[in-house]
């Protein structure tokens, strides 16, 4: 007979090599020859590559499991789980491949511990239970491992939104994180949250083309929803060959669109007509136009079309019909989209040749008064040089040539300006005197611009020009530049 000594020596000798294999997490106690300590021990068996846990008497534990703080499954023949498993109460745990619905749906690692927290696997029904396939994501085939949070409890967050360490997540109805563009259906819904793109069904891309104050966007790397801040994306509603577009979402992490922000951060100043201008340094109009919310955001305003979509270039708003915030004119959202004040300088680029040598000199009113809203272009002197709807008029073909601007005549209610300005290259104007500044230009004319009355800095001089021509006397023939068909308005280039 062996004796209860000499049975525990056997016993611990048989298990030395169980407890090489075993990981050090797994041992919840050891075997003192005569119990077990701490409740119970791991046992490995290698054939099958599985593991049991066994109870102070040695029998295999069944069903839900603490151990030292974590939490295990183990199958009705006692194997523990790995991977999803399915515990409904007063039931056994069993391996899970289906859709996650039900309610009783967990994850466990390779070392057989239930998931909480943050975790990157496949889902059920396209998961391989094989170790290395299943808990490596090396899968041969065309599946892709989704994030899964899972609450304390250890089951997964399903069809709703939670905030995790300061950020939102919104998770679909089998508990992945959702990514890309996610429309809100609203509450009651059966999937409140739908992930849409360019490849959704039309049916799903018009319910955002139609509502696009209910669109949120989720970063494809962790997932967390953009707030208070600008989204670069593909719309649902184009093509997936379509260039991307800016949307705002707001501190609610919807998307800002004509009808408003849910949450703080922007809000709606004016509703206006917009049109492009072509290209740099022109007037010329694109042929089409679009109805736009200039809004502000974080104390800066922008163009967003009803959908939600920025605007951004030199734009002409129109529609104004009397507001004093917005008035009708050319307004620059160029470079970051926030609508810019003040003087900018602006470098024309072709999209196949680079630049074109020019660079274009623009002033748009850096505060709302009695002529202009904040950011419309001027037309007028400012700091010496002459614009035209905010564009500088400088000479294109000499050094100095004559620029007519009627809209600058009618300004002068006394009827003493003209309209008419000396300018260089530059747009800068050469200034009048009440006895005539002389300034010749590279091809020889001889110009005479006179100040008559204090306005004619504003809005123009009496120029008087001379081409070399004498008359009978031999005396310079001086030809005034009053004719109302002198519309040449030079608005082209300003070379750098």
Request: proline share 2%; aromatic share 14%.
């Amino acid at each position: 007979m062996i004796t209860g000594m000499a049975a525990g020596i056997l016993l611990a000798t048989a298990l030395e090599g169980i407890w090489q294999k075993a990981p050090a997490t797994h041992f919840a106690g050891y075997y003192t020859g005569t119990a077990w300590a701490n409740g119970g021990q791991w046992e490995y068996n290698d054939a099958d590559n599985l593991w049991y846990y066994l109870d102070e008497k040695g029998e295999k534990v069944k069903g839900k499991k603490e151990l030292n703080g974590d939490v295990y499954f183990f199958g009705e023949d006692g194997t523990m789980l790995t991977g999803w498993v399915h515990c409904p109460k007063n039931e056994f745990p069993e391996p899970y491949s289906e859709t996650v619905e039900e309610g009783d749906i967990y994850y466990c690692g390779q070392d057989g511990k239930m998931a909480t927290g943050w975790v990157t696997v496949y889902n059920p029904e396209q998961a391989v239970y094989d170790d290395r396939q299943q808990f490596e994501g090396t899968q041969e085939d065309e599946y892709e491992m989704k994030r899964y949070y899972f609450e304390e409890n250890g089951k997964p967050c399903r069809d709703r939104r939670k905030t995790i360490d300061g950020k939102r997540y919104l998770f679909d109805d089998e508990g992945a994180v959702l990514t890309g563009w996610i429309y809100d259906r609203g509450d009651g819904s059966s999937e409140q949250y739908l992930r849409v793109d360019t490849d959704s069904q039309e049916s799903d891309k018009e319910l955002c083309r139609n509502n696009p104050e209910n669109m949120m966007y989720a970063t494809e790397g962790d997932g967390s929803l953009a707030t208070n801040q600008w989204v670069d994306a593909i719309p649902p509603w184009d093509d997936e060959d379509d260039d991307s577009r800016s949307f705002y979402a707001d501190s609610s992490s919807y998307v800002v669109t004509g009808s408003g922000g849910r949450g703080s951060g922007a809000s709606l100043s004016a509703k206006r007509k917009a049109q492009k201008v072509d290209e740099i340094g022109t007037y010329i109009l694109e042929g089409w136009s679009t109805d736009v919310n200039v809004t502000r955001i974080d104390g800066k305003y922008y163009c967003l079309e009803d959908s939600g979509t920025r605007i951004d270039g030199m734009i002409f708003l129109s529609g104004a019909e009397g507001d004093p915030s917005f008035g009708d004119g050319l307004y620059c959202f160029m470079d970051n989209a926030a609508m810019k004040t003040g003087p900018v300088m602006k470098e024309n680029v072709d999209d196949d040749d680079g630049s074109d040598g020019y660079v274009y000199y623009y002033y748009f009113s850096e505060r709302s008064n009695s002529k202009y809203s904040k950011g419309q272009g001027i037309s007028g002197v400012s700091a010496g040089r002459l614009y035209y709807q905010g564009l500088a008029v400088g000479a294109q073909f000499d050094t100095c040539e004559v620029v007519y601007l009627p809209t600058l005549e009618e300004k002068d209610d006394t009827g003493k300006s003209t309209g008419f300005f000396l300018v260089d290259g530059s747009g800068r104007v050469k200034k009048g005197t009440r006895g005539g500044s002389h300034y010749v230009s590279s091809d020889g004319n001889e110009y005479r611009v006179t100040k008559i009355s204090d306005k004619n800095d504003e809005y123009g001089y009496v120029i008087d020009y001379y081409d070399g021509e004498k008359d009978d006397d031999n005396r310079r023939v001086w030809k005034s530049l009053t004719e109302k068909d002198y519309d040449y308005i030079c608005w082209d280039t300003v070379e750098e």
